[in-house]
Structures are given as structure tokens and as C-alpha cells.
């Protein structure tokens, strides 16, 4: 059974930084794309960055781009989302989804098509 479990979600100041987890299960995250995504309040959910499946090519929205570093750890089976600078537009719940594909991961962050979602993990930028 495939399951996205995330963490590490909560409050910081603006400035700060938050390191997301994504534990995955039933599958190995090396042979998916997996993408962070986010909602925030009264906002449609946007794809904040992405990974493709067997490599190592990126994709980062503009309003995260060299604040936001995505990674994977394979032994772990776990996807990261580092995250630096926050701001207070970068509040809300962000959600870690994977799709079994040979799309790009601009195409994933984009235009959706993820197959597996969590559940999703709260940050909150405030001072």
C-alpha cells in the first residue's frame, strides 16, 4: 500500500528555516517523481518543487527559487524540501505527492497529475 507521510511543518519567523520530510511506503522513491506542494488559505494548492523519477532533475516555482532545496534519500525512502528565508507568503499546508511517470518535473509541478498524496504538514510564517 502506498502512503506519503510528512513532517515537520510548524512555526517559524520570517527568515527562518524548516527542513520537510516525506516518508514514503509501498514503493521506492528513486523510480518516482515526487513533488512538494502547497495550499495556502483561500488559495489554490501550486507546486512549489519537484523531482523526477530516476534522476536527479528539478523543478522550483519562481516564488521559491534559491530559497527552497528539494532532495532524496534513497536509503531512507524519504524526500526532502529545505526550506530557507521563509516569508509570510510561503504559509500553508504543504503536501508531498509522487506519481509513478517519465514526465519532467516541471510538467509534474505544473500541471498536477500526481497519483499518491499525503496528507499534508502545516507551516506557518509569522512574527
Known amino acids: 500500500q502506498v502512503q506519503l507521510v510528512e513532517s515537520g511543518g510548524g512555526l517559524v519567523q520570517p527568515g527562518g528555516s524548516l527542513r520537510l520530510s516525506c516518508q514514503a511506503s509501498?514503493?521506492?522513491?528513486?523510480?518516482?517523481?515526487i513533488g512538494w506542494f502547497r495550499q495556502a488559505p483561500g488559495k489554490e494548492r501550486e507546486g512549489v518543487s519537484c523531482i523526477e523519477g530516476g534522476n536527479t532533475n528539478t523543478y522550483y516555482s519562481d516564488s521559491v527559487k534559491g530559497r527552497f532545496t528539494i532532495s532524496r534519500d534513497n536509503a531512507k525512502n524519504t524526500v526532502y524540501l529545505q526550506m530557507h528565508n521563509l516569508k509570510p507568503e510561503d504559509t500553508g499546508v504543504y503536501f508531498c505527492?509522487?506519481?509513478?511517470?517519465?514526465?519532467?518535473?516541471?510538467?509534474?509541478?505544473?500541471?498536477?497529475?500526481?497519483?499518491?498524496w499525503g496528507k499534508g504538514t502545516p507551516v506557518t510564517v509569522s512574527s
Open positions: 509501498g514503493f521506492t522513491v528513486d523510480y518516482y517523481a
Open positions: 505527492a509522487a506519481h509513478e511517470g517519465l514526465g519532467s518535473a516541471s510538467y509534474y509541478c505544473n500541471y498536477g497529475g500526481m497519483s499518491y
